[in-house]
C-alpha cells in the first residue's frame, strides 16, 4: 500500500483537499520507491473524504502514477453507511476495470454487499474479530449477541446453515455460557464464525456474480436481516 493519510470526519474541505494532495504526493514517492519482484504489487489509495470531486480528482491522479490495484481509503469513519455508498457511486466507476478495487477498513455484512453491487472487490476489516471478542456474532438472520439472556436455554445451533465449529459443535446456550462465563474459549468460537461467515458471504456474492445475479442476492440479503 502506498502511504497516505487517513482525513479526519468530519472536516473542512480545505483540510481534506489538502489532506488528499498530500496522500497523491506520498503516492508517487511511493510508487517511485516500490522494488517490481515477482508475487508483490503496489495500490494507490483514493482519498478525498466526502467530496466527489476531490475524490475523482485524486482517482485520475493515481491512474496517471500507475498502479497495480486501487484501494479506496477514508470511508467508514463516521460518515454513515448512506454517505459511504454515495462516495462510492461517484469514486468505483472512475477506477479501472481490469485492476482490483479494495475498500479499506469496511465493514458489516450489509457494507459489504453494498459495496460489491458497487463494484468493489476486496476488503479489509477487524469487525470479525472484534465482534467475536465481544459475543457479537454474524448469521444468515442477522446479528446475535450470545449475551442476551434469551439464549440461555436454546438449544439450537447459532446459525443451522453454517458449518464451523461453534454451530456443528455447540448450542446457543453454551455459547451463551461460554461469553456469561468469559470463558476464552467464547471469544476463540465466535470469532471462527463470524470469519466462516464473511468466507461463505463472500463465496456466495462471487457466485452471484459468475450467474448474473447479484441483484438477487443483495435483495434476498436484505431481506433476510
Same mark, same amino acid.
Given at each position: 500500500?502506498?502511504?497516505?493519510?487517513?482525513?479526519?470526519?468530519?472536516?473542512?474541505?480545505?483540510?481534506?483537499?489538502?489532506?488528499?494532495?498530500?496522500?497523491?504526493?506520498?503516492?508517487?514517492?511511493?510508487?517511485?520507491?516500490?522494488?517490481?519482484?515477482?508475487?508483490?504489487?503496489?495500490?494507490?489509495?483514493?482519498?478525498?473524504?466526502?467530496?466527489?470531486?476531490?475524490?475523482?480528482?485524486?482517482?485520475?491522479?493515481?491512474?496517471?502514477?500507475?498502479?497495480?490495484?486501487?484501494?479506496?481509503?477514508?470511508?467508514?469513519?463516521g460518515e454513515?453507511?448512506?454517505?459511504?455508498?454515495?462516495?462510492?457511486?461517484?469514486?468505483?466507476? *472512475?477506477?479501472?476495470? +481490469?485492476?482490483? =478495487?479494495?475498500?479499506?477498513?469496511? &465493514?458489516?455484512? $450489509? %457494507?459489504?454487499?453494498? /459495496?460489491?453491487?458497487?463494484?468493489?472487490?476486496?476488503?479489509?476489516?477487524?469487525?470479525?474479530?472484534?465482534?467475536?471478542?465481544?459475543?457479537?456474532?454474524?448469521?444468515?438472520?442477522?446479528?446475535?449477541n450470545l449475551?442476551?439472556?434469551?439464549?440461555?436455554?436454546?438449544?439450537?445451533?447459532?446459525?443451522?446453515?453454517?458449518?464451523?465449529?461453534?454451530?456443528?459443535?455447540?448450542?446457543?446456550?453454551?455459547?451463551?455460557?461460554?461469553?456469561?462465563?468469559?470463558?476464552?474459549?467464547?471469544?476463540?468460537?465466535?470469532?471462527?464464525?463470524?470469519?466462516?461467515?464473511? *468466507?461463505?458471504?463472500? +463465496?456466495?456474492? =462471487?457466485?452471484?456474480?459468475?450467474? &448474473?445475479?447479484? $441483484? %438477487?442476492?443483495?435483495? /434476498?440479503?436484505?431481506?433476510?436481516?
Amino acid at each position: 500500500m502506498a502511504l497516505d493519510e487517513c482525513t479526519p470526519y468530519p472536516a473542512p474541505r480545505e483540510a481534506v483537499e489538502s489532506s488528499m494532495e498530500l496522500s497523491m504526493r506520498w503516492a508517487e514517492r511511493s510508487r517511485r520507491a516500490f522494488v517490481e519482484r515477482p508475487g508483490h504489487g503496489m495500490f494507490g489509495i483514493v482519498q478525498g473524504g466526502v467530496h466527489p470531486d476531490l475524490r475523482l480528482r485524486s482517482a485520475a491522479r493515481l491512474i496517471e502514477i500507475g498502479f497495480d490495484g486501487y484501494a479506496i481509503g477514508g470511508l467508514a469513519i463516521g460518515e454513515g453507511q448512506t454517505t459511504t455508498f454515495a462516495v462510492l457511486d461517484a469514486t468505483v466507476p *472512475a477506477l479501472p476495470e +481490469a485492476r482490483p =478495487r479494495y475498500l479499506m477498513g469496511v &465493514g458489516k455484512p $450489509a %457494507d459489504l454487499v453494498g /459495496a460489491v453491487l458497487r463494484g468493489v472487490d476486496m476488503f479489509d476489516c477487524v469487525l470479525p474479530t472484534r465482534s467475536g471478542r465481544t459475543a457479537q456474532a454474524f448469521t444468515r438472520c442477522g446479528t446475535v449477541n450470545l449475551r442476551n439472556a434469551r439464549h440461555a436455554d436454546d438449544p439450537t445451533p447459532l446459525d443451522p446453515e453454517c458449518r464451523c465449529p461453534a454451530c456443528v459443535g455447540y448450542s446457543r446456550a453454551y455459547l451463551h455460557h461460554l461469553c456469561r462465563s468469559g470463558e476464552i474459549l467464547g471469544s476463540m468460537l465466535l470469532t471462527a464464525h463470524n470469519l466462516r461467515y464473511y *468466507a461463505d458471504l463472500m +463465496a456466495a456474492m =462471487r457466485a452471484a456474480i459468475e450467474t &448474473g445475479s447479484l $441483484a %438477487d442476492f443483495a435483495a /434476498a440479503f436484505e431481506s433476510s436481516q
